[in-house]
């Protein structure tokens, strides 16, 4: 089993940047293919990135391509995602994820989820 604490979020201007940590504890850490997803009030909630176990593959949704970047540092059991150039349609409440079969972007595939972690960006 897999526990997941998010942190990073926060209050952040428009064009500014933030960088969300996913701190993970069990076992087996570097097995998980790990992703994050957002959701907005009264949205469902959306794939964000998502990377494989070693780091070497990464998947982007389309509105984040260019802007976000998601990493992992396997010796810290933690993934990250560097965001820049925010915009206020990326204000949503982030949630790290962890999946030990394969790198999808459909949340019903992720076992284990984070509380998640508030982005607000302002206009």
């Known amino acids: 089993q897999v526990q997941l604490v998010e942190s990073g979020g926060g209050l952040v201007q428009a064009g500014g940047s933030l960088r969300l940590s996913c701190a993970a504890s069990?076992?087996?850490?570097?097995?998980?293919?790990m992703a994050w997803f957002c959701q907005a009030p009264g949205k469902e909630r959306e794939f964000v990135a998502a990377i494989s176990w070693s780091g070497g593959s990464t998947d982007y949704a389309d509105s984040v391509k260019g802007r976000f970047t998601i990493s992992r540092d396997n010796a810290k059991n933690t993934v990250y995602l560097q965001m820049n150039s925010l915009k206020p349609e990326d204000t949503a409440v982030y949630y790290c994820a962890a999946n030990p079969r394969r790198m999808v972007t459909a949340p019903g595939n992720y076992n284990y989820w984070g509380q998640g972690t508030q982005v607000t960006v302002s206009s």
């Open positions: 069990g076992r087996s850490f570097r097995s998980y293919f």
